[in-house]
Every structure is written in structure tokens, then in C-alpha cells.
């Protein structure tokens, strides 16, 4: 494999930086969901952790990095999750964080970062605009900005599922996409250590920039995302983070709404599992081409599972 910035040393080290609640998630066969979606199906749940998805593997790798030199502070731009982990991560060091988000997030995810006693700023637009801001603001306080999938410690801390996916064989994974650091962190570990598995990254019609990237093999940027899965609703790819995903991803397919909301209800009926839209998208995938994933044996990441419960029924028409 050609490299990456990633470095599997680095991934394995991150390991002991990362708190253990994190750590070695459940991986299980969820064969009641099988019948439905014509393969074997392995769940890797990334939401039982404090703040319910795979974001505190990066936060912890870069607050612990930064408690190092003491007492600092930081920012970032989030679309709520990485605002949530990385509030939990430096609050439990003294790091000093604010997070920009757009007013628009989901009240819950915005409610969270305060309670984790961050500072929220909140900006008008979408993320990209709140990506705007928050560089600002470090450029005029001097702070250290943390940039979602730029900064290879979320990747790398992300890449640590990786790691606990290699010791069970699949055939393939699939992986949500929006900035990358999850979808680049992971391929590259199962690239690295079981190559025969296909990475399959997945993203919504709705906001499709990096999945039309990956495919263009350039950058192409949108004017608008249109999507209830907001966690992955980026318009403008990082060229740094594409050349990393072109090397790790063997495709990169694009879901429907429909299929979101199926995916998430399919979750709750048959898994017990309450996800965000952005979590469902590996299911909405087999949902859409069965025949790709017939008699496989295929692992979905479910990425997150903070989700506005009103929003949620609306969607999937359930009394959870």
C-alpha cells in the first residue's frame, strides 16, 4: 500500500493515550438484521461511550497530547459530535475549549457541549461557516485550532476500530464518509493489516462532495448540503484528507434519505439500537444494492447516536 499520513506504530501507540471507555467497543453478528439485508451482518457500535460516538478515539489523542504542556486552550467547528468529545476529553485535562457550531445543529448535540462545560459559539449557516469562524477565532486568540480529519490524531485515534476489527475476518466494511478522518483512519488500518477486505465508504445523495471527490480523484466542493444526517454534511473536502482516502477506500457510494430513515428504523426493530442518520448510512448501503452484498459477510460501523428524539420519531415513526 502507498502511504498515507497515517502510521499504524502511531495508531497502535494511541491506544494507551485514549481512555478505555472508548476502547474495544462491541462487535457482534446481528443476524436478526440478516434475512433483511441478504448477508451476514456484523454491528461495531461506536455509541456506548460518554458521548455517544467514535469521536473521543481523536479528542483524547490530541487533549492528552496537549495536557503534556499544561494548562492550554482550543477550538473547533462541529456539527455536535467532535464538539461533544472534545469538551469531554479537555475538560477531564483543564483544557480550555470552545466549539462553533451552527445555530441549526441539533438542540441536543448543542445542549451537550454546553453541559461539558464548553464554550458554545454559534454562527448562522452550516458547517462550513462554523469551520470559518473557529479559524478566526484561533487566529485572533492565538489558540490551537483542532481541524476534524486535517488533524491526524483524529484520524488515527479514529483508526483504532480499525484495529479491533482486523482479529475477525469480513469481507467488507462499510464506513460513514463526511470529513473523512473515521473513513481514512479505519482504511488504512484494514488496508494495512487484512487487505483482502473491501472498504467501502458511504455518504449521503444530499451531500455527496467528498464521494464525488473520491471519484473525480480532485476536490470537488458543493454550494449546499441537503441531508437530515448532519454529521457528515460537509460541503468542501481537504485535499490532504482526499489523497488519504483515494489511497485507502475502494469505493465511495451515495444513499438516499429514504434509505437513511430505513436504515435507522431497521436498527431500532431489529438491532434495539437508537442512531443518528449518519450512523445508519452502512445499512441504507446493503438496502440499496443487495446483490453486491449477497453471502458476505459485511461489518457497518454505527458511528453515533446522538439524535434529536423528536426528530427521530418524525422520521422513523416509532414511541421510543
Known sequence: MQETRLDTARIRAARWVIDPVFLDTPLYRCETLEPNLGCAVSIKLETANPVRSFKGRGTEVIAGRLAEHGPSAVVCASAGNLGQALAWSGRRRGLDVTVVASRFAPATKLDRIRALDARL????????????????????????LVEDSLDIETCEGAATIGLELVNTPFDAVLIALGGGAMATGVGHVVKALAPGAEVICVQPLGAPAMTRSWHRRRVVTTDSADTIADGVAGRRPIPAVLDD?????????????????????MLFDHAGLVVEPSAALGVAAMLEDRDRFAGRHVVTIVCGGNVDMDAYRRW???AA
Do not use: N
Not at 121 to 133: I, S
Open 121 to 144: 459559539v454559534l454562527v448562522d449557516g452550516d458547517f462550513e461557516a462554523a469551520r470559518e469562524r473557529a479559524a478566526a477565532i484561533a487566529r485572533h486568540d492565538g489558540v490551537r
Open 245 to 265: 482516502l483515494l489511497l485507502v477506500a475502494d469505493d465511495a457510494v451515495l444513499v438516499r434519505e429514504a434509505s437513511i430513515i430505513a436504515g435507522m428504523r
Open 316 to 318: 422513523v415513526g416509532t
